[in-house]
């Protein structure tokens, strides 16, 4: 698969160039694969409201539009797996192959592979890729959400969801084992470098939310309640929220995410916040957030006794690709 991947990504022009159109015959291919039944259970419209209903519960908790995994030939998998493998950074490819695995060891320890169903993993299709200027397409299960809209020169990437469920493996040949290694150990890093007076600033609640605040809305405006700026962090703690900010992008290809980089490019940095609620040491409950003007990163790890991750990237005005939906009907009409 990976030499499938390569073979379609080489081949010269510009990031957004490859961006906007390399991927595009791995679309199409998927989708020429498919029978006529699936086709219709895989194609929407570009509007439809199943593009923004979305959850992070297993497949048995909420019910998803789309192709399950589950029945697809291998072949289409397989296909499904490169077309993912196109758009995701080799680390966020990785993070997703294992997050999905994690099903495995839930069936496992919970004796109910009906529920914990690696195949339960989804795959929609908004608008026609070899036919339509502006489309869209989504991957979504358990503690996955990823959501890509394609324009002429420009991909949105919003909401994208990631969980984990031990958030640190606690038994078993993979003991130890932390998926979201970046998320989980810079947010702490963060917190235990901020002096006395930071850390009161950024403090906004002793218990956490249980969950992130966000959840699975189609749409999220601004926190007002929000810690402490960028601009209150001595060099070093700015280096590190922007490593975490920038991390989210880092699991993207450069090409997918070169339209969110633009727009972190133009923002206000100092007004950028970083907010921490519950306790402050690994395998304790606690939530964090950084928001910015266009953006918003939720982490939380209260639930399974603090051991159940959950982290999304948000955009206030780009989520499911609204900003690109809306300059394409104000340049053409339609």
């Not at 080489?10 to 991927?23: K, T, W």
């Not at 099903?103 to 608008?127: H, M």
């Not at 493996?169 to 150990?185: F, M, Q, R, T, Y």
Request: glycine residues 6%.
């Amino acid at each position: 698969m990976k030499k499938l991947l390569w073979l379609c990504i080489l081949g010269g022009g510009s990031v957004m160039a490859q961006n906007a159109f390399e991927p595009l015959p791995l679309a199409t291919e998927l989708l020429n694969s498919l029978t006529a039944s699936q086709k219709e259970i895989v194609s929407f419209d570009l509007e439809d409201p199943a593009k923004s209903r979305w959850h992070y519960l297993p497949h048995s908790s909420f019910l998803r539009e789309g192709l399950p995994l589950s029945d697809m030939t291998a072949d289409q998998v397989e296909k499904t797996y490169a077309l993912l493998e196109a758009y995701l950074s080799e680390s966020g490819y990785d993070q997703m192959q294992q997050i999905i695995a994690l099903e495995n060891y839930l069936a496992e320890v919970e004796n109910n592979p009906i529920k914990r169903d690696p195949t339960k993993y989804y795959l929609a299709f908004y608008g026609t890729p070899h036919q339509d200027s502006l489309w869209a397409w989504s991957f979504e299960g358990h503690h996955i959400s990823l959501n890509f809209t394609i324009g002429k020169n420009e991909i949105a990437f919003a909401p994208a969801f990631w969980g984990s469920n031990p958030g640190i493996v606690p038994d078993g040949a993979e003991k130890g084992k932390l998926i979201l290694k970046s998320d989980h150990n810079l947010g702490l890093e963060l917190i235990h470098s901020l002096t006395p007076q930071q850390l009161s600033t950024t403090l906004i609640s002793s218990k956490t939310y249980g969950d992130i605040l966000s959840l699975n809305k189609a749409e999220v405006r601004p926190f007002v309640n929000n810690g402490i700026s960028f601009s209150q962090l001595n060099p070093s703690q700015k280096e590190l929220l922007k490593t975490i900010v920038y991390h989210h992008l880092d699991r993207m290809k450069k090409g997918v995410a070169q339209k969110a980089i633009e727009r972190l490019e133009k923002e206000d940095w100092d007004r950028i916040t970083f907010s921490w609620a519950g306790e402050m040491e690994k395998l304790t409950p606690y939530y964090y957030r950084i928001q910015g003007q266009s953006f918003l990163i939720e982490y939380d790890n209260s639930q399974n006794n603090a051991n159940h991750i959950h982290v999304v990237w948000r955009e206030f005005e780009g989520d499911f690709g609204k900003d690109l939906i809306r300059e394409h009907y104000l340049h053409t009409g339609h």
